[in-house]
Nanobody, 120 residues
Framework: QVQLVESGGGLVQAGGSLRLSCAAS????????MRWYRQAPGKERELVAH???????YHADSVKGRFTISRDGAKNTVYLQMNSLKPEDTAVYYC??????????????WGQGTQVTVSS
């Protein structure tokens, strides 16, 4: 099986920074896309950023210029550097990865979530 473990969440003042990490472990053959989602109270889960296996990145308009997704293929880890945080960034952040445990058979995996709280 595959496990995704997030870390790096916490409480920060507006304008501050946090760096989230998500490490994938288990029976991994390869990892395709890795993503960060977030879900604020009373709202639907939304895609924050996405990065492909070759490093192509996408960031939602709401975080563009403030957040940066990156990955370390050797460590099966994806990062989300969050700068200039705003109170509206407060949410539970979830890591998602498209993982093959055998060649050509990909499945979606989720982390348990990490809370990010931005105070005004």
């Amino acid at each position: 099986q595959v496990q995704l473990v997030e870390s790096g969440g916490g409480l920060v003042q507006a304008g501050g920074s946090l760096r989230l990490s998500c490490a994938a472990s288990g029976s991994i053959f390869s990892i395709n896309a890795m993503r960060w989602y977030r879900q604020a109270p009373g709202k639907e889960r939304e895609l924050v950023a996405h990065i492909t296996s070759d490093g192509s990145a996408y960031h939602a308009d709401s975080v563009k210029g403030r957040f940066t997704i990156s990955r370390d293929g050797a460590k099966n880890t994806v990062y989300l550097q969050m700068n200039s945080l705003k109170p509206e960034d407060t949410a539970v952040y979830y890591c998602n990865a498209v993982v093959a445990v055998v060649a050509g058979r990909y499945s979606n995996y989720w982390g348990q979530g990490t809370q990010v709280t931005v105070s005004s």
